[in-house]
């Protein structure tokens, strides 16, 4: 019998569909970026499946089997694109040690862990390289880099930020790193472009504003929607 866990992840669906995008505004829209957001789709809800058995003391068979479906439609998803575009290989064979250190933690029942947390950014971060790649080679860096680090700087702030309107927030270790972390970007982006300071200083004001406050779970996660929907609009004008 086939089980499914519902997915509880909300912050997902923007590393989902930013990183992607912003490689869209650099190299321009395919088809086949409909297959990669189909694949990243499934292979988050495969994952979510897996992680999902094996973090279970009574191991239901059932996730599996629905992890399977989607792993059907993770290959009719993925293997156009490296037939079409063969260096896309190399960063999706780099994805598969990274998703074995996030079973990790899931087994371990530790998928809170900050550095579980960084291991998925970064792994979202790549599909957003492998965006780029659909109309660009490996090789032209200027294209690709720019899409990961805007895509990488972003979500790990929000790592920052969750941990200490959640989990961390009582600790003054994370409430400076979230600080500071995030007044860094802002001023990183107005030496280098001043529509970078503008995509992250509404990050800022909600790190230093929020902090402390009496905030829903869910109302974090809609205060964050609205913040990755921003970043994704300014940092697409700068990209594109």
């Known amino acids: 019998m086939f089980k499914f866990k519902k997915p509880n992840q909300h912050g997902v669906w923007s590393m ?7 490689g869209i505004a650099v190299s321009g829209f395919t088809f086949l970026h409909i297959f990669l957001y189909l694949g990243v789709l499934a292979a988050y809800f495969m994952s979510d499946q897996v992680f999902f058995y094996l973090k279970k003391r009574k191991k239901e068979i059932g996730y599996i089997y629905t992890a399977s479906l989607f792993g059907i439609i993770v290959l009719i998803s993925f293997i ?15 994805m598969i040690p990274l998703s074995l250190i996030n079973a990790f933690f899931a087994k371990k029942k530790n998928e809170r862990a900050f550095t579980n947390d960084l291991i998925a950014v970064i792994i979202f971060c790549l599909f957003g390289v492998i965006s780029v790649l659909l109309n660009t080679a490996l090789s032209n860096i200027n294209a690709w880099l720019p899409v990961f680090i805007l895509s990488f700087m ?19 270790k994370y409430k ?5 972390y995030h007044l860094c970007i802002v001023v990183i982006g107005l030496l280098v472009n001043p529509l970078i300071m503008i995509m992250y200083l509404p990050s800022l004001i909600r790190a230093i504003v929020l902090y402390g406050k009496k905030i829903k779970i869910m109302h974090v996660g809609l205060i964050e929607i609205a913040n990755s929907i921003f970043v994704l609009i300014i940092g697409s004008i700068y990209l594109h």
């Open 176 to 180: 400076w790193s979230s600080w500071i």
């Open 80 to 94: 156009p694109i490296v037939l079409y575009k063969f260096e896309t290989f190399w960063i999706f064979l780099l």
């Open 16 to 22: 989902i569909i930013l990183p992607i995008a912003f």
């Open 154 to 172: 972003y979500f790990f702030g929000t790592i920052l930020y969750v941990k200490t309107m959640i989990r961390e927030k009582k600790s003054i």
